[in-house]
């Protein structure tokens, strides 16, 4: 758990410091009060990289440098950002950059993560490879991996068929075997979430419904590589006419079914909400798991985007974790945290 964090040239904050309880933060503040960057801080101390910039847009404008200081439960750290470099400092030892195993867990949850489902699919990848990372130690490296074997039979396939062919093979082996260890994980995690997301979304929804997730993967699972070594082959005249690589799991998808019916197709606002909010139970869970810790849960202006019976349901998960919610409207928030069962820090 975080108990302090001092933000010196980090976006709005020239020097700012905050106290955190164990249990329930809640930042109320009207809109560009620095709410939002306030949760980002505590992401990049945490996993040391923000969910939605490059550092050099963490520094504030006209600075030289931005830090971070934060004291969580056993251990304190730093992360300093300058424009061409960033460090980190984690009880006095230097660190240039952080290994899964030295990022403190922690699940954040935006108002844009609701729209998952109706997104495009690269969003979705997204989503569910960065869930991979922060709970299997290799993940990362091996979709680092696979994108750079990507770029270059790319690369090949831009130069032309008769300078490329024969150094094609070589790339088509390197890219379906990455690539079927992708799948293998991605299609790991989806039933793993399928072991619980229809329990977790009828409690949300307070009645049973049959809700599914599916990996949609371009091939069987059990023989992905042979599969997609082949259509790659077959399909290399094709792709020298187009340029790239139309195969693999770089053009996979997600899909989620409710009462066995397309969920981006039929399902109601309120529908949507519960389900992405189920996911986000899971994730919790996936992470405690896979680190043996509990992970931080920052919302940001969540509440706001749910009704009554769904922030219910999230107050009762959020009994567990240690919690940062930030609001433009106290009384959204508070009237489900009575009497002293919650921190309240105000911005202006």
């Known amino acids: 758990m975080i108990s302090t964090l001092r933000l010196q040239n980090f976006r709005s904050y020239k020097d700012g410091s ?110 569910f490879d960065d869930l991979l990372e922060r709970s299997i130690p290799a993940y990362k490296s ?58 977790t979304y009828s409690q949300i929804a307070k009645h049973r419904s049959k809700v599914q997730m599916e990996y949609a993967a371009q091939f069987p699972i059990d023989n992905y590589a042979s599969r997609m070594l082949s259509k790659l082959e077959a399909s290399a005249k094709l792709e020298f006419e187009r340029g790239f690589t139309a195969y693999g799991p770089h053009r996979e998808d997600f899909k989620f079914f409710l009462n066995s019916q397309d969920a981006s197709q039929t399902a109601s606002r309120g529908e949507t909400r519960s389900l992405l909010l189920a996911l986000k139970i899971f994730e919790l869970g996936l992470i405690e798991t896979a680190r043996s810790q509990k992970p931080i849960f920052l919302l940001d202006d969540v509440f706001s985007e749910l009704d009554g019976s769904r922030r219910r349901a999230l107050v009762e998960r959020l009994k567990k974790y240690q919690t940062i919610i930030t609001t433009t409207d106290s009384e959204a928030v508070l009237n489900y945290f009575p009497g002293g069962s919650h921190k309240l820090l105000a911005l202006q």
């Open 18 to 127: 905050f106290e955190f309880d164990p249990g329930v933060n809640i930042v109320v503040g009207p809109n560009a009060s620095g709410k939002t960057n306030l949760l980002e801080a505590v992401l990049v101390l945490a996993r040391g990289s923000s969910y939605r910039v490059r550092d050099a847009e963490l520094v504030q404008f006209n600075k030289p440098w931005a830090r971070l200081d934060g004291f969580f439960t056993q251990h304190n750290r730093i992360v300093k950002i300058e424009p061409a470099a960033k460090s980190y400092v984690i009880d006095d030892k230097p660190y240039k950059r952080l290994n899964l195993e030295r990022t403190i867990p922690a699940v954040f949850f935006e108002p844009n993560h609701l729209q998952l489902m109706t997104r495009g699919p690269d969003q979705r990848r997204e989503y």
């Open 142 to 199: 091996l979709l680092a991996g696979y994108k750079r074997t990507l770029a270059q039979r790319n690369a090949l396939l831009k130069h032309g068929r008769h300078q490329a062919s024969q150094q094609l093979f070589a790339w088509n082996i390197r890219l379906s075997e990455q690539g079927s260890q992708i799948a293998v994980a991605r299609q790991n995690l989806t039933d793993e979430i399928n072991q619980t997301l229809a329990k």
